[in-house]
C-alpha cells in the first residue's frame, strides 16, 4: 500500500512543544494543578477553536461508535466534542501527577483478575509485553513501574523527544521509567528490547498508533468500519518469544482504574501463516479496545482521521 506521508498524523506539525511540556511541569511542581489548570484550559480551548481537523475526527469516532453500538444517545454533539478535548486536558495534569509522585497505587483501582503483574516472577523473571492504547490516561498505567520500586517500565514510543523527556522524567523522580524511541525494529533495537525482557522489565507501547515509517499493517474493522493497526506490538511479541498483555486506564469519579487483561501466552507463526496470526492479533485487539472505549467513551484521544484507509 502507498503511504501518503502528508496526510499521515506523526507528519503533522506537532501543536506543542518540549519547553512548553516543561514550562507546565515547572509551574505544576511550584504553584500546583490547581493554579495551572485554568492556563491549561485556555490553550486547550484554542487548539478546540483553531482544530478543524481534530473536530472533524472526534465527531467521526462518536458517529462510528454510536452506530456500532445501536446507542443513539453516543451521536456527535458540539458539547461532547469539547468535552473530549478538556478530557485531554485533565489527564495532561495527571500525567504530571504521576511525574511528580502525587499519584500512586493508593489513588488508583487495579482490576488485575488473572495477576498479570505476577506473571514476571511466574516465567522465571522474565519480563512482559503490555499492549494499551490512547485511552484514558497511559501514564497512569505506568504508575505501576514506580509502586513499590519492583519493576522497570520501559515505553516504546516514536517521538523525536524521548531523550529530552526521559531527563524530565529523572528530574521528577521517575527512576523505573523509561522511554525508548523506536522508529524500527532493526537489529540493534531488537538486541536491546530483548535485554531488557531477559532482565524482568516490562515493555509498553500502543497498539492504537501507525508509525510513519511502518508499512506492517493489519486492516482491521474497529467500532464498525475498516481501520489500520500496526503489527509492531504482535511482531515484537513473537520475535523476543514472552507474554504479551493488554492494559487501560479509564477515569471514573475523578478516580482512575487500571484494567490489565490476558492476551497470549506466546505469539508464534510458520512463514505461510505469519500474515493471518498478526492480523488476527491486531483484529482481537481492536475488539477489546472497542468495548473499553464504550465503558469511557469521552476519553479515546484520537485527534487525526483515523479511518482514512486511503491515506495510509
Known amino acids: 500500500m502507498n503511504a501518503k506521508t502528508n496526510t499521515h498524523w506523526a507528519s503533522q506539525s506537532e501543536r506543542g512543544s518540549f519547553w512548553l511540556m516543561k514550562l507546565t511541569l515547572l509551574l505544576t511542581r511550584i504553584f500546583g494543578r490547581r493554579l495551572v489548570a485554568?492556563?491549561?484550559?485556555?490553550?486547550?480551548?484554542?487548539?478546540?477553536?483553531?482544530?478543524?481537523?481534530?473536530?472533524?475526527?472526534?465527531?467521526?469516532?462518536?458517529?462510528?461508535?454510536?452506530?456500532?453500538?445501536?446507542?443513539?444517545?453516543l451521536k456527535p454533539t458540539l458539547l461532547k466534542t469539547f468535552r473530549q478535548f478538556m478530557s485531554f486536558a485533565q489527564s495532561i495534569l495527571d500525567k504530571f501527577d504521576v511525574w511528580h509522585g502525587r499519584l500512586g497505587l493508593q489513588h488508583l483501582d487495579v482490576d488485575d483478575p488473572h495477576a498479570v503483574r505476577q506473571q514476571t516472577h511466574m516465567q522465571q523473571g522474565r519480563g512482559q509485553i503490555l499492549v494499551g492504547a490512547h485511552l484514558g490516561n497511559l501514564e497512569v498505567c505506568r504508575a505501576l513501574a514506580e509502586?513499590?520500586?519492583?519493576?522497570?517500565?520501559?515505553?516504546?514510543?516514536?517521538?523525536?523527544?524521548?531523550?529530552?523527556?526521559?531527563?524530565?522524567?529523572?528530574?521528577?523522580?521517575?527512576?523505573?521509567?523509561?522511554l525508548i524511541q523506536v522508529s524500527?525494529?532493526?537489529?540493534?533495537?531488537?538486541?536491546?528490547?530483548?535485554?531488557r525482557i531477559d532482565e524482568g522489565e516490562w515493555l509498553a507501547i500502543a497498539g492504537?498508533?501507525?508509525?510513519?515509517?511502518?508499512?506492517?499493517?493489519?486492516?482491521?474493522?474497529?467500532?464498525?468500519?475498516?481501520?489500520y493497526l500496526p503489527q509492531g506490538p504482535w511482531l515484537l511479541a513473537g520475535l523476543l518469544q514472552c507474554r504479551v498483555n493488554l492494559f487501560f486506564c479509564l477515569k471514573t469519579k475523578g478516580r482512575y482504574r487500571i484494567c490489565l487483561e490476558p492476551f497470549a501466552q506466546r505469539i508464534e507463526w510458520q512463514r505461510h501463516s505469519r500474515q493471518k496470526i498478526l492480523d488476527d492479533c491486531a483484529q482481537q485487539f481492536a475488539d477489546r479496545l472497542a468495548l473499553r472505549c464504550l465503558e469511557a467513551p469521552d476519553q479515546w484521544f484520537n485527534f487525526y482521521p483515523f479511518w482514512n484507509t486511503d491515506e495510509q
Open 184 to 195: 524500527e525494529l532493526d537489529a540493534a533495537t531488537m538486541l536491546q528490547l530483548n535485554q
Open 38 to 73: 485554568p492556563l491549561l484550559y485556555m490553550i486547550v480551548f484554542y487548539f478546540f477553536v483553531t482544530g478543524r481537523v481534530a473536530r472533524k475526527s472526534i465527531n467521526t469516532y462518536y458517529a462510528n461508535l454510536a452506530q456500532w453500538s445501536g446507542r443513539d444517545a
Open 147 to 178: 509502586v513499590g520500586k519492583k519493576v522497570r517500565m520501559n515505553v516504546l514510543v516514536h517521538t523525536t523527544h524521548a531523550q529530552q523527556i526521559n531527563r524530565l522524567l529523572n528530574e521528577s523522580g521517575a527512576s523505573n521509567l523509561r
Open 208 to 227: 492504537d498508533r501507525v508509525p510513519l515509517q511502518d508499512k506492517r499493517l493489519s486492516l482491521v474493522q474497529f467500532l464498525g468500519q475498516p481501520a
